[in-house]
């Protein structure tokens, strides 16, 4: 009996993100563990403002290629102008990422460090995109497990014989991302060669103007979307606000655990959705199931950290959380509207009303660098945490309100958020008797009980909660 196309491919995608996921999570811990005081926020402000010019810049143009790929007849042509264009605009983008990350991080040496993770993760970002446009998971695979050994090895390596310092860090993942590059470009080259892209001029321009009617809006979307996330680095960054490392810590760790949870579904929504619409139908029930699904797995996944999670992440990097769990929460919820948004968006997106996301993105921009760099200098980590969190709401609500007549709010958002709150009352159950009856037992000991209760406790939710049916119709 053959599985369901859908969920074959589904399959092999979770662990394209589960591998990088697994890996983020565990430097994330090691580099918490390992940092001085103030150097995880150095490190994290630095990465950021790679990240954010990396997306600027193969963001646009990945996207396109995914949206305008299967319908080109030259493939191996489209390709070879697709990635001119990345090498031609990838040094410049990481020359203003490098730029910038002076202005926040005053350190030696961190302008080269942060051009060359920009550019490695520029090549890398495009080259995994036109993997997935064609489908070709297993390389991805290939890739990301090299990324994260690379990445990991060296980490351990300059910390051991050299010096613990966020700079060998930022050099590290450069050096993971140029390996994953370099081996997607093989199997790229491998199974379509190369074309001059410059043979024929006009091609070239008329390949460049498809890309570039798609992405032109896409760019200012995607700066939106990531100042709205990260505007709260900045902010930490420029004010040295106190006890920013270990929010900054556990926000990373959010959005790692945010990926695994949502990314790999939505690699396969994202196509499943663009190709019903050219069949002249917009796939609302898959959205409507995407939505339950995560609303039931963050709260799941908050319960966890809230009863057990944080407890281990102390014991294990051997320092205190001392960022308010108020602040932690808005900064987990915050994670869990950007999360959701992506599929809410996916109307305008299949309509491509891409200068009406670009606007609803700036404006939740603005108010997200307004509200966290006011904030922050007045109330903290509290100030900068609400800020991020209310432009997050607002995005949220903007991009939803574009389908709200089509949704099922019962299906979408009323029962998923009832069984996240019976399972959220079960947890405490759980640890309210396991710390009243089990006093003898060791803290991993109770944890492990807990899991294990908790676990159980998760599968009935996520039964109960999503509509599977959706999920086992689909077919791409």
Known sequence: MNMNVFLQKLLLYVPVKMVPAFSGIFLIFFLYKSFPNGQYVSYSVSLFCSL?????????VGNSFIYYYSGVEDKRLFISNCMSVILLIAPIASL?????????????????????LCFSQILFFFLSS??????????????????????????????????????YALL????????????????????FGVSNPFLDVGVFKDNLRLIYQYGAALSPWILGMLVVAGSDRFAIGYYSIEHGDSYLSLKDLFVGGAGLLSMPLLMMVHPFVIKRFREGVFAVNIIESS???????????????????????????????????????FAFAGVFLNSVSV????????????????????????????FSWVGGRYWGLYGVSLGVLLAQALYFV????????????????????????????????FYA????????????????????????????????????????????
Not at 133 to 159: T, Y
Not at 353 to 369: H, N
């Open 398 to 429: 903007l991009v939803t309100a574009s389908m709200f007549k089509r949704l099922d709010l019962y299906r979408s958002f009323v029962l998923p958020a009832f069984i996240s709150s019976l399972a959220f009352l079960a947890g405490y159950v």
């Open 433 to 476: 008797g396991l710390q009243s009856i089990a006093i003898s037992l060791l803290w991993w000991e109770k944890t492990v009980f807990w899991l294990v209760g908790f676990s159980i406790v998760s599968l009935f939710s996520l039964w109960w909660g999503v509509r599977w049916s959706e999920f086992m119709k689909a077919t791409v």
């Open 291 to 329: 939505s339950s699904f995560l609303i039931v797995a963050f709260s799941l996944l908050w319960c966890a950290l809230y009863f057990v999670g944080f407890d281990f992440f102390e014991r294990i990097t051997g320092k205190t959380i001392e960022a308010s769990k108020v602040a932690i929460l």
């Open 96 to 116: 203003l990422a490098a730029v910038v990350s002076v202005f926040f991080v005053l350190e030696s040496y961190v302008f080269i460090c942060v051009w060359f």
């Open 130 to 167: 036109a993997c997935q446009a064609d489908f070709l998971v297993k390389q991805q695979l290939v890739a990301v497990v090299l990324q994260a050994l690379a990445q990991i090895l060296l980490i351990v390596a300059f910390f051991r014989f050299v010096d613990v310092d966020f700079r």
């Open 52 to 60: 954010i010019a990396a997306q600027l810049c193969a963001g646009w």
């Open 343 to 370: 599929y809410f968006q996916k109307r305008l997106e299949v309509h491509r009303r891409m200068k009406l996301l670009a606007y609803l993105s700036m404006i939740s921009a603005l108010i997200s660098v307004f």
């Open 172 to 191: 590290a993942l450069s050096v993971g991302y140029f390996i994953a590059a370099f081996f997607l470009l093989f199997v790229m080259l491998k199974k």
